[in-house]
Each structure stands twice: as C-alpha cells, then as structure tokens.
C-alpha cells in the first residue's frame, strides 16, 4: 500500500441502510470495531478521512415510473434500491438517498467546525437509535443525533439542499463523479469499500493486517470482517460486481459509458456492459 507522505488518506464507501443482510451487517461492525482508531487518527494529524455513498441515477425516459419516484431524489438524478425490493411496503430507497445525504452533510459540517472525527460517531450512534429494523429510520431520529453531537443542524440541512428540486445537488454530483475510478483506484462498485492513499483495500476490515497499515498493533477487534465477500445486492466474482445493482456510471462520464434504468426489482443496466464490469 503506497505511503505518499507522512498521513494516510483514507475514504470508506458505506450506506446507510440497515436492512440489506450481510452487507449492512458488515459494514455496521467495521465502523463499531474502527471507530476508536480512526478517531485517534484523526485527532492526532495522521489520517484524513473521508466518508462515500454510492448512488445511481434514473434516465430521464424513465422518471415518471413508479421505481423512479420510489427510489430517486431531484427528479431522477439521485437513486438507491429499495430497502425491502417491496414498493408496496417498508421503506423507499429515496429515503436511504437522503439519509446518505445527511450523513455526507454531517461529515462536512464536522469537518468545518474542526471535529471531522465527529462522523464516526454520528454514524454509530444512528445506527443504534435510528434502525430501520426497529422502524426508527427517520428524520427525526437522525436530527436528534446531530443535536446530540453539538452539531449545527441549520448548516446539515442547508447542506442538504432541496430533494425534490428538478435540479442537480452538488453533494450527491460529486459523489457520482468519484465512483469511477481512476488511475490504479478503479471504479467503486461494491460496498463497503475502503480506499488508502487512492487504492482500493483488500482484505479483512479490521484485521491486524489493516491495523497495520494506520500504524496500529493488532489486538484481535474486528477478526472475521471480510471486504471482498458481499456485492451490492448482486453476486462476487473474483474483482467484479455482478447482477441487477451493478451500479453504472451517470450521464456517460465514465470511461465504461453505460446507462442505467430501473425495473420493478431496482437497477438493471441497458448496456449488458455494466454487469461485466
């Protein structure tokens, strides 16, 4: 793992729904098992880093749908499945859109007011008081959160911007300009992801062998938390993402230009490419 200068630059792409099996469970451990180290890290000037959220969008000849209202924001633009893959019941995967958004927002604002540590904390304690399997996953609920950690709301909402306007949110852009790789990186298609100075992870999340890499001994927190074993809803092949949430890249930015569009299940790609990616 390349080491550029004297601190680690560090981004972890993660979501903020708590219903998706495996793959929220293991992301929910990581930050539980990581967090007292990232944020000594981070107080100390060792490490910088930084949360993601992966998000897709809906083509526009497809806005109307009943899939594109239920799973998107800002008319389309900003997308996630739904959390059940029930349109009928439960929660929408446009709320998992704004909550993410939140959470990109809370970082920012921690980051402003000199506690970018406090998003470890923000993401723990929603996750224990706001979960979608005690129905508590709500905006309320995660206010409350931002209150608890002294955090100017005025400023996560102003942040946040309007969800409904037919217009782009400069947040969620730039997230879906930073999936597609560059360079060694490569494009971030599964969850969760760790990148250390601009490249990907893999291994075990939390083992000594990460711990390692911060400059940590091991003390066996975390053993068991694999990064490359669960793909976003879909299938783990080798270094691929497969299956119908493969996420493809917006508007024909990326060099593997693919169009996405949104069945009644949630995202399939138009492009037969997108799934080998």
């Known amino acids: 793992m390349p080491h550029p200068d004297e601190r680690v630059e560090y981004e972890l792409w993660t979501n903020s729904n708590d219903e998706c099996g495996p793959l929220c469970d293991e992301q929910a451990a990581f930050v539980r098992s990581f967090r007292g180290h990232a944020q000594i890290l981070e107080r100390g000037g060792y490490a910088r880093f930084t949360p993601h959220y992966i998000t897709w969008y809906c083509p526009e000849a497809f806005r109307l749908t009943r899939q594109c209202q239920s799973q998107c924001i800002n008319h389309g633009r900003y997308c996630a499945p739904d959390p059940e893959e029930d349109f009928g019941e439960g929660y929408e995967g446009k709320q998992v859109v704004v909550e993410n958004l939140r959470q990109l927002?809370?970082?920012?604002?921690?980051n402003e007011s000199g506690r970018p540590w406090a998003w470890w904390d923000f993401a723990m304690d929603y996750k224990l008081r706001c979960s979608m399997k005690e129905?508590?996953?709500?905006?309320?609920?995660?206010?409350?959160?931002v209150a608890s950690l002294g955090?100017?709301?005025e400023k996560v909402l102003a942040c946040m911007g309007d969800p409904d306007a037919d217009a782009d949110n400069a947040v969620l852009?730039?997230?879906q300009e930073d999936q597609i790789g560059r360079g060694s990186r490569g494009d971030v298609t599964i969850l969760p992801t760790l990148v250390i100075n601009d490249v990907q992870y893999r291994g075990m999340a939390?083992?000594?062998?990460?711990?390692?890499?911060?400059?940590?001994?091991?003390?066996g927190r975390g053993e068991g938390l694999t990064w490359c074993g669960v793909c976003?809803?879909?299938s783990w092949r080798g270094r691929r993402c497969s299956g119908p949430?493969?996420?493809?890249s917006r508007r024909g930015r990326s060099r593997k230009s693919a169009?996405?569009?949104v069945s009644t299940k949630a995202f399939i790609s138009d492009d037969k490419t997108a799934n080998r990616r």
């Open 173 to 175: 852009s730039k997230e």
């Open 245 to 248: 949430y493969a996420p493809a």
């Open 105 to 110: 927002c809370v970082h920012r604002v921690a």
């Open 259 to 261: 169009s996405a569009m």
């Open 135 to 145: 129905k508590k996953y709500s905006k309320a609920c995660a206010e409350e959160v």
């Open 232 to 234: 976003v809803q879909g």
């Open 151 to 153: 955090l100017s709301l």
């Open 206 to 219: 939390g083992s000594p062998s990460l711990r390692r890499l911060f400059g940590f001994s091991g003390d």
